[in-house]
């Protein structure tokens, strides 16, 4: 996992509610061996609709997500945040993530953005009025900025969880920071 501090781009503001992983990735794309090519298969149902939001060239090239309530609810499945972040997004911003997914993200390196509501549908609004509109993550301050349109608000993230992404420390990279302990617990064992 790479460190990462602060996330700037521009936005795709994909406006549905209750986004659950089958739909983020459908499942007949879980059959893969490897790990890579899951961008395809991202939102791959929805993309069929012309007029999906995925489909609009004015939000191509964009970084980070902003969804409605209740995204990545349903099954477990890294396979849902791999299709994210192939796709090109470092992050989502929410009111609301499914507890599995938040948890696949923080361990895999995209950044889970909790706002409320009202927050949300102000970035929403503005992304739909101005896809170039420019929007800063700060994970070390744990704030989202949107300087152009007078915008900042702070999110949760527990101290642990920013340690990871401050430090890109996956769950082995956690594990190699005590391999002079292990090292030496297993020669004398």
Not at 33 to 53: A, I
Not at 67 to 90: L, P, T
Request: hydrophobic letters at 40%; charged letters at 25%.
């Amino acid at each position: 996992m790479e460190a990462v501090q602060i996330v700037t781009g521009t936005a795709v503001p994909l406006d549905r509610s209750d986004v659950d992983t089958d739909q983020i990735i459908p499942s007949d794309w879980l059959k893969r061996v490897e790990r890579t090519g899951f961008e395809k298969g991202l939102f791959s149902e929805w993309k069929d609709d012309p007029s999906f939001v995925m489909n609009d060239e004015r939000f191509a090239g964009a970084s980070i997500m902003v969804a409605g309530e209740n995204f990545g609810v349903g099954s477990s499945r890294e396979h849902a945040v791999w299709a994210i972040q192939q796709g090109g997004f470092n992050a989502v911003i929410s009111p609301r993530f499914g507890d599995i997914f938040r948890n696949n993200s923080t361990k895999n390196g995209l950044i889970p953005v909790v706002l409320s509501a009202a927050e949300v549908r102000t970035l929403m609004d503005a992304v739909e009025a101005d896809p170039d509109l420019e929007i800063t993550i700060d994970v070390a301050r744990r704030t989202v900025e949107v300087p152009s349109i007078g915008f900042e608000a702070g999110f949760p993230l527990d101290d642990a969880t920013q340690e990871r992404f401050l430090q890109g420390l996956d769950d082995i990279g956690l594990t190699l920071r005590h391999a002079e302990a292990i090292t030496a617990f297993e020669a004398t064992r």
